[in-house]
C-alpha cells in the first residue's frame, strides 16, 4: 500500500511551452502533498507544499507563478511549470502525506525527468 | 538554518561486507532523523527514523544511532547484499521548521 505515482516519468519540451506533471496518491487520501527539485549530485530541494482546496505555501527562491501547483483533489496534485526554459530541467519528486496516520509518514513518487530544449 | 551533510558516494562493496554511510546534522532544538533509500527507478522510501536522542532506528538489517553529543546519524549495516545497491539519502524534520532536509544522497553499488 501507499503508493504514489507521478505522470510522465520523463519528459521532453521546448523552450518557452508549458509542461504539466501529474502527482496521484493511488491507494490513500493526502491532504497535503510535497515537490521536490533536485538536481545531479545534490539533494532533494523543498519547492512548495500543496494542500487539498487551498493555495500551495512556497519556499522562498521559488517562484509561484513559474511552477504552478493545482491540489484540486485529496488523491490528485500537480506542478505545471510554465515557459519552460532549459535552466528549468531538472528531476521533479513530489510526495504525499495520508490525511489519517502518523505526521512523520510522506511517501515518494518516482519522479519526472524533465528536459527543456 | 537545518541542514545534513553525507558522506558523497559512490560507495562500492562487496557483498557480505560491512557498510557505514556517514551522516551529520545542524539543527535547532531537537529533531526527527530519518533515513531513505531510493531504488533504482523507484521513489523515495523510508528505510528507519528516530526521534530523539539515542534512539536507534533499525531495519531490514540497517542500523543506525541518534547521537546527539557529536550530531550524527550513521547508517550501518553488517552484511550488504547486491540488493542493497540503491541511493541512500539522510534526512531531518523539526528544529526551526517542520520540513524534511535531505543530504545529497548516497550512492552504494553492491558487487557479487
Known amino acids: 500500500g501507499a503508493v504514489v505515482s507521478q505522470h510522465p516519468s520523463w519528459v521532453i519540451c521546448k523552450s518557452g511551452t508549458s509542461v504539466k506533471i501529474e502527482c496521484r496518491s493511488l491507494?490513500?487520501?493526502?491532504?497535503?502533498m510535497f515537490w521536490y527539485r533536485q538536481f545531479p549530485k545534490q539533494s532533494l530541494m523543498l519547492m512548495a507544499t500543496?494542500?487539498?482546496?487551498?493555495?500551495?505555501?512556497?519556499e522562498q527562491g521559488v517562484e509561484k507563478d513559474k511552477f504552478l501547483i493545482n491540489h484540486a483533489s485529496l488523491t490528485l496534485s500537480t506542478l505545471t511549470v510554465t515557459s519552460a526554459h532549459p535552466e528549468d530541467s531538472s528531476f521533479y519528486i513530489c510526495?504525499?502525506?495520508?490525511?489519517?496516520?502518523?505526521?512523520?509518514?510522506?511517501?515518494f513518487g518516482p519522479g519526472t525527468r524533465l528536459t527543456v530544449t | 538554518g537545518d541542514s545534513v551533510t553525507q558522506m558523497e558516494g559512490p560507495v562500492t562493496l562487496s557483498e557480505e561486507a560491512f557498510l557505514t554511510i556517514n551522516c551529520t546534522y545542524t539543527?535547532?532544538?531537537?529533531?526527527?532523523l530519518f533515513w531513505y533509500v531510493q531504488y533504482p527507478g523507484e521513489g523515495l522510501q523510508l528505510l528507519l527514523k528516530?526521534?530523539?536522542?539515542?534512539d536507534k532506528g533499525s531495519n531490514k538489517g540497517f542500523e543506525a544511532t541518534y547521537r546527539k553529543e557529536t550530531t550524527s546519524f550513521h547508517l550501518e549495516k553488517g552484511s550488504v547484499q547486491v540488493s542493497d545497491s540503491a541511493v541512500y539519502f539522510c534526512?531531518?524534520?523539526?528544529?526551526?521548521?517542520?520540513?524534511?532536509?535531505f543530504g545529497t544522497g548516497t550512492l552504494l553499488a553492491v558487487q557479487p
Open positions: 510526495s504525499a502525506r495520508p490525511s489519517r496516520g502518523s505526521t512523520y509518514e510522506q511517501y
Open positions: 491507494d490513500f487520501q493526502a491532504t497535503t
Open positions: 500543496s494542500n487539498e482546496g487551498s493555495k500551495a505555501t512556497y
Open positions: 539543527a535547532t532544538g531537537y529533531p526527527s
Open positions: 528516530a526521534t530523539k536522542a539515542d
Open positions: 534526512a531531518l524534520r523539526g528544529g526551526a521548521t517542520n520540513k524534511l532536509i
